[in-house]
């Protein structure tokens, strides 16, 4: 992983206790005992919550305050005859950051949708770009290059992606919590747009 410095890495309770901390729910008292059967699993409900901001953090987050890493070693590559590069992504990549094919002059960091015009114009020998303006196009489980020079294989420079940590925790950069907005004890989530 790059730039870990700054990095906190948690595990799903201490992911718990720190959302609890800063939703003002802890700490805990127990001056007494009080049970219900009809109430809600605050736990379970905050995990809910956690594990649906990560993804959205890892789907839409700056790259420098989530977890990146170059997964170039663990790429399955194919070359069609065009020169167009299919890459499949391991299962631990959320987003693609920035790719580079050594035949190229310069890496990708756009990464187009399938269905965005610009798309179309890449499958067109015609209007296909070159090593001088490479382009990809992102189907989420592959990725497809363009193009390969004649001759050359697909060597990477790079492969850099936003992965999720296969460990189970949450990695993230410390300026991710000056974020979290509470209000009383009722916290809006993190707004991701002003952790930078």
């Not at 219900?36 to 790259?63: M, N, Q, V």
């Not at 580079?100 to 209007?127: D, R």
Request: aromatic share 8%; glycine share 6%.
């Amino acid at each position: 992983m790059e730039n870990t410095s700054q990095f906190m890495e948690l595990s799903e309770s201490e992911m718990l206790d720190l959302w609890k901390t800063m939703m003002q729910l802890q700490p805990a008292h127990y001056g007494c005992t009080i049970e219900r059967t009809d109430g809600i699993d605050i736990d379970e409900l905050l995990l809910i919550h956690i594990r649906k901001w990560y993804a959205s953090l890892l789907l839409s987050a700056p790259d420098g305050i989530v977890p990146v890493e170059d997964v170039k070693d663990r790429l399955s590559v194919m070359v069609a005859d065009n020169g167009v590069v299919t890459a499949m992504v391991p299962p631990e990549c959320v987003r693609p950051v920035e790719w580079k094919l050594k035949a190229w002059q310069k890496g990708v960091t756009l990464f187009l949708q399938p269905n965005v015009p610009e798309a179309a114009y890449l499958h067109n020998e015609w209007t296909r770009p070159g090593v001088c303006d490479p382009a990809a196009i992102d189907y989420g489980n592959r990725i497809l290059l363009f193009t390969l020079p004649d001759g050359e294989l697909p060597i990477f420079d790079m492969a850099r992606c936003v992965v999720r940590p296969t460990n189970g925790k949450y990695v993230f950069h410390a300026s991710v919590l000056e974020s979290l907005r509470v209000n009383g004890s009722t916290s809006r989530g993190f707004d991701i747009s002003k952790s930078r």
